[in-house]
């Protein structure tokens, strides 16, 4: 089945700089990526996803870039905020989308003011 | 429209007995999945159900089973409880099969087994 691996596990930002979380995957046929964001005690919120005929998608400061070909997939926060800070969770579609999602185990960003 | 909801939020059970959750999916949506969250293992998926079909299944014991009804509403049953199971149960639903289609998330239901 697929596997997402989430890189990293923690990171620490200045208010204003930029964080990137990166992640990748091993079944070539999965198609869809979602990126969640977890506040302490809430539910996981859909914030971006890509799919698998796209390179890359913004959402005012937050982007998605998909790379197929190395099955990897990244979410950049520009000029973060306070409010930014929570964990994220990358995913992945396996076998097409037949599969249910598999989530990455999380990076607890944190934005130091 | 109203968001995914799950009942009850929280349950406190003993080893060896069994429970049942259920989750209301935004509606028009047809899609329900079920996942497990826990700090060790994170996000782990347990089923999906679409039009009242077991679509896939995670790699979960016969334990954990579900149902889902006309309406879309789903439950979620575990047998003989065991410590393990401790965990948040979260729920999602979809507007058609999740193969790349978004999942909202309800609430959770937080099981305690002692």
């Known amino acids: 089945g697929e596997n997402v691996e989430q890189h990293p596990s923690t990171l620490s930002v200045q208010e204003g700089d930029s964080a990137v979380i990166k992640c990748t995957y091993s079944?070539?046929?999965?198609?869809?990526f979602p990126w969640y964001k977890q506040e302490l005690g809430k539910r996981p919120q859909l914030i971006i996803d890509?799919?698998?005929?796209?390179g890359e998608k913004k959402d005012q400061r937050i982007a998605v870039t998909l790379n197929k070909t190395a099955k990897h997939f990244s979410l950049h926060i520009t000029e973060t905020q306070p409010e930014d800070s929570a964990v994220y969770f990358c995913?992945?579609?396996?076998?097409?989308?037949?599969?249910?999602?598999?989530f990455g185990k999380g990076t607890h960003l944190i934005i130091q003011p | 429209k109203a968001g995914v909801t799950q009942t009850p939020r929280y349950l406190i059970k003993t080893r060896g007995q069994q429970v049942t959750l259920s989750c209301s999916p935004i509606s028009g949506h047809r899609s329900v999945s079920w996942y497990q969250q826990t700090p060790g293992q994170g996000l782990q998926f347990l089923f999906e159900?679409?039009?009242?079909?077991?679509?896939n299944k995670g790699n979960f014991p016969g334990r954990f089973s579900g149902r889902q009804f006309s309406n879309s509403r789903s439950e979620m049953n575990v047998s003989t409880l065991e410590l393990g199971d401790s965990a948040l149960y979260l729920c999602?639903?979809?507007?058609?099969?999740?193969?790349?289609?978004?999942?909202?998330f309800g609430p959770g239901t937080r099981l305690t087994v002692t």
């Open positions: 995913a992945a579609s396996g076998r097409g989308g037949a599969d249910g999602l598999t």
């Open positions: 890509i799919r698998s005929n796209v």
């Open positions: 159900y679409f039009s009242e079909t077991q679509r």
């Open positions: 999602a639903s979809s507007l058609v099969s999740t193969g790349g289609y978004e999942q909202y």
């Open positions: 079944d070539s046929a999965s198609n869809y």
